[in-house]
């Protein structure tokens, strides 16, 4: 099961998103009618609120009137702040019990619809955030046309919220919904698809590593080196660690590579290169990697490198630390992304006398090339014949 929080601003889209996610099999978990409830007269969380702002904000039958209460907080935040510190913990309750409730029904996948995702801390109860977004005359003609508020009522909604630029912190997906449905639908397909890929599992990593022969080749004047595939998992995506080279190294200066460097005298095994470089360059304790196996050799062309490559899988969240005379940037690539074939490309080059393939990585404005491209392709390669299909 994974549970998708669903989170924006407001009239950003997420209604939109959500109904096209339950089109495709995902059951939706709403705060907003969590909120409904939790005002239904008599209730214990009704009579907090009519205590705190009160009985002026109720209508005939003791129903409180939400177009008034709003009126009142989205132009006070100590209002705001008051009702949420009422209103969060009992949704957040409410929340977790139904999320629980369709885990035990089987349910694979689970929307939180949940504007207050982030200011209300629910992060917890989530294992992926998707993010909305839309330009301010977007969302401000949406409240106007759809909510039936004034511009001035619409502005002092989105001006009591959290700035996009904080909720994108915390985004693993960003749906921009400032364009046409039919774009948005296709959007989400395409990460509905993503979503229900082949699961990769470490176990699966593990098992297929060991049951590949690995090509080995003759060093002759090659020198011995190792690198390590370091890979965590977050949100359940995993994600794998590489590092931009300083321009102050002899080898391979301003390039994404994984950690590694060549053997030493005192490493007993190229797998202790790998291990010790990997603590040298971004501060990753060997005790801590947990080694699934090993990729074939791979020759470097130009500085004459035999590498032998390493597959670890690391904790998360983890304190790397990097050594700036060696790392000029940390950079964590969603597996998913190199996965897609859109952000790869191949091309042929005329080397040592003959053609031979060069691979390149996009991940947003870095490019991975070279012998790192040749590692992370066979990597791939590993993980996609180890895919079995999902069930969402």
Known sequence: MIVIGLTGGICSGKSTVSGFLAELGAVTVSADEIGHEAFQPYSRTWHEVVQAFGRGI?????????????????????????????MHPAMHRVAQERIERLEQQGIKVIVLEAPLLVEANWLDLVDQV???????????????????????????????????????KYADVVIDTDVSLDEVKARVKELWER????????????RALSQREKKLCQAGSLTHAAV???????????????????????????????????????????????????????????ADVEILGELDDTATHVTRFLISPYVGVVPYPYDFRVNPREVEELISVPLGVLRDRRNFREEMQWLDGRFVPQYFYRYGNKVIWGATARILKQFLE???????PDTC
């Open 58 to 86: 109720l209508k005939e039958g003791d129903e409180i009137d939400r177009q008034k209460l709003g009126g009142i907080v989205f132009n006070d935040a100590h209002a705001l702040a008051r009702l949420n510190r009422i």
């Open 382 to 388: 590993v993980v996609d014949s180890i895919s079995e």
């Open 130 to 168: 998707w993010v909305t977004v839309a330009s301010e005359p977007t969302v401000l003609s949406r409240c106007c046309r759809r909510s039936g508020l004034s511009e001035a009522q619409a502005r002092a909604r989105i001006s009591s919220q959290l700035p996009s630029e904080e909720r994108l």
């Open 195 to 206: 979503l229900c890929q082949h699961e990769v599992t470490e176990e699966k990593i593990r």
């Open 228 to 286: 390590l595939i370091p890979m965590y998992q977050k949100a359940g995506e995993w994600y794998l660690v590489l590092t931009k080279r300083t321009e102050t190294l002899e080898y391979h200066k301003g390039q994404i590579s994984f950690p590694g460097g060549a053997q030493h005298e005192r490493d007993a095994s190229l797998k202790d290169t790998a291990l010790r470089e990997s603590w040298e360059e971004i501060g990753l304790a060997p």
